[in-house]
């Protein structure tokens, strides 16, 4: 079949383009911005790729007309923006009234549990797109989930991060809310399992595992598997904004998608009891066993995609094509070339850079540069990077976003995603057996200088030790 998948940049969309091609499908993935997503890392013919923004009709037109099938996976959860439930309602309305056009088979939706009269800001809009999408002319399958465990998902790593740095805990007690988490894996087999599945026309289904755990609860289970001891104190007095500072920095997450989980997690998230995992012969993986797999392809540096993939800053919304050539004009540069040693080590070292690897020199400034960006509300060092050795345009990595990342011209090239007075490059490239590095910066009024001037001595200090370390 010919699938039209939207969301592929997102955390779902990027593990089940390879799932659909291996039961041979022709994917067509849909991104607001072609230089954000390479298909090369899927290794087939079957994918392509075509730039759509639903919030833009005109841009609808770029859809093939064939499709006989489409994954809906877009959600706005981690979005800057304040009325990004007015935003998903005009993206399922545009997308709903384009595929009505399309002799298409069947509509797959994911969305969130909905079984409380009361929701939370981001489960009132899903169960609103759910409602849009349901007056289309075409068959729609709706899968509702709740929290989603695996590595690289926001609720894994926000657990992660808790759980790993924090032996002792005083927390809000929204902890007791009860939940019925999902691995990824069932996820995606049930994404799958329900394509072209006539049974599930026009009908809806909670996905969920066996087990209703409170968070607490998963928070120790998850520190069981770690084989950590941990102290849980649930007080009824953290307000909502205070637990989304609290999330925000002991963890990875961003303020508005700590806001956002916060406001959720007040809610009970319990499924309606249905036969589809029978009907589709899915083994439903505990709590434990989800964080255990999830761990597993940590440790095999296998894990497909983060919920950081998605996210981006507002600057990337005028395109990866106006950021991937560096500016000059306005601009202050401190370059700085160095003879390359041996070049395949230069390469990995390179392309190995920043999350647990460092930055190769000065690591402490680094992590001071990052708790600054925390404080001011921007990613810090956090998010980290997914795989230690490998990594593919769009990915993010630490407070940066990868434009480029090409082994065959040997350059890695970074926008920041920090908070600054200005905008940030970092480019590092292979020439004839010399490492060009460069970081770019175009400042934004005098307080842009005045930024630039304040931290070129640490620079020179950071940018001279870092070119030594790849080089030798």
Known sequence: MKILLTGATGYIGKRLIPLL?????????????????STSQFNSENVSVVEVDFLNVKTLKNIPEDIEVAYYLIHSMSASEDDFERLEAITATNFKNYIELLAIKQVIYLSGIVNEEELS??????????????????????????????SGSGSFEIIRDLVEKLPFMITPKWL?????????????????????????FNKSFDIGSKEILTYKQMLLQFAEVRKLKRTIICLPIMTPKLSS??????????????????????????????DLAERLNIKLLTYKEAVELAFHKIDEQNVESS?????????LLKGVSKLIE???????????????????????????????????YGNILWSIRGFMDKL????????????MTDIHVGDSLDFWRVLDANKKTKRLLLYAEMKLPGEAWLEFKIINNELHQTATFRPLGVMGRLYWYSVLPFHAFIFNGMIKKLTN
């Open 307 to 315: 919920w950081t993939d998605a996210q981006s800053s507002k600057k």
């Open 376 to 387: 001011v509300g921007g990613a810090g060092l956090k998010r980290g990077r997914k795989n």
């Open 245 to 274: 500072y609290w999330l925000y920095f002991v963890t990875s997450t961003s303020y508005k998608l700590a806001s956002h989980l916060v406001d959720s997690m007040k809610i009970e998230v319990i499924c309606t009891k249905n």
């Open 326 to 360: 560096v500016p000059s004009y306005g601009c202050f540069k401190d370059s700085r070339i160095a003879k390359v040693k041996d070049e395949a080590t230069t390469i990995y070292k390179i392309w190995s850079i920043g999350g647990e690897t460092g930055w190769y």
């Open 121 to 150: 800001q981001h489960l009132s809009s899903r169960k609103n797109v759910e409602a849009i999408l349901t007056s289309g002319s075409f068959n729609l399958t709706t899968l509702r989930a709740g929290i989603i465990v695996g």
């Open 176 to 200: 007791h809310t009860k939940s019925q988490p999902i691995a990824i894996r069932n996820v995606l087999q049930f994404l799958i399992g329900v394509l072209g599945y006539e049974y599930t």
């Open 21 to 37: 091609l291996n039961d041979g499908h022709q994917v067509v993935c849909c991104v607001r911005d072609k230089n954000r997503f």
